[in-house]
C-alpha cells in the first residue's frame, strides 16, 4: 500500500461510520428477536408497516420504498400471501396492474408487530433528549439521500 493512502480507521469520521453500521445491524438482530414470537422476520414487519401505512402500493412501489429489488419481493408476497396477511388485487383503473392490501389477520399481527418495534423504540432511545435524536435522523436523512444519489450515478 502507498505510504500517502490513508487507511479507513485512520480517517477522523470513521468511527461515527462504524457506530452507525453497528447500530444498523444490532437493532436488526433485536427487532427480528422480539418479532420471532409473531413468526415473522424484519423484512416482513417492512412489508407489513409500509401496506398499513399507504394501503393499495403496487409490488414495484413497495420495492422503491423498502430500497430493495422486485425479486425480493417476489420471494417474500407469495409467502404472506399464503399466510393470509395480504392480499393482491387488481387495479380498477388498469387491469394489469396488482396492488396490495392487508387482510384482517395481516392488520392485526402488524399492530401487535408495531409495539414490539416502538417498545425497542423507547428502551433504546429514551434516555436521548429529543433534539439528539431529531439531529441524528437529521444526519441520518443526508447519509441516506446521498448514498441513494451515489447508487443512482453508478446506474
Known amino acids: 500500500m502507498n505510504k500517502n493512502q490513508s487507511l479507513p480507521w485512520d480517517h477522523p469520521r470513521f468511527r461515527s461510520w462504524i457506530a452507525v453500521a453497528r447500530a444498523c445491524q444490532l437493532m ?6 422480539s418479532l420471532a414470537e409473531l413468526d415473522i422476520k424484519t423484512p416482513h414487519l417492512d412489508i407489513l408497516i409500509n401496506l ?3 394501503e393499495g402500493l403496487t409490488q414495484q ?9 422486485r425479486s425480493n419481493m417476489s420471494m417474500l408476497l407469495p409467502q404472506m400471501e399464503k399466510r393470509g ?3 393482491r388485487r387488481g387495479d380498477e383503473r388498469d ?13 392485526a399481527l402488524t399492530e401487535k408487530a408495531m409495539v414490539i418495534q416502538t ?5 433504546m432511545l429514551s434516555d436521548e433528549p429529543l ?3 431529531m439531529a441524528m435522523a437529521g444526519s441520518m436523512e443526508r447519509i441516506i439521500a446521498l448514498l441513494q444519489q451515489d447508487l443512482k450515478d453508478d446506474d
Open 95 to 107: 387491469k394489469r396492474v396488482l396492488r396490495l392490501y392487508l387482510t384482517e389477520d395481516g392488520r
Open 119 to 123: 417498545d425497542l423504540i423507547d428502551r
Open 85 to 87: 396477511l395480504i392480499e
Open 28 to 33: 436488526q438482530q433485536s427487532l427480528g428477536r
Open 52 to 54: 398499513y401505512r399507504f
Open 131 to 133: 433534539e439528539q435524536c
Open 61 to 69: 412501489d413497495l420495492a422503491r420504498k423498502l430500497l430493495v429489488g
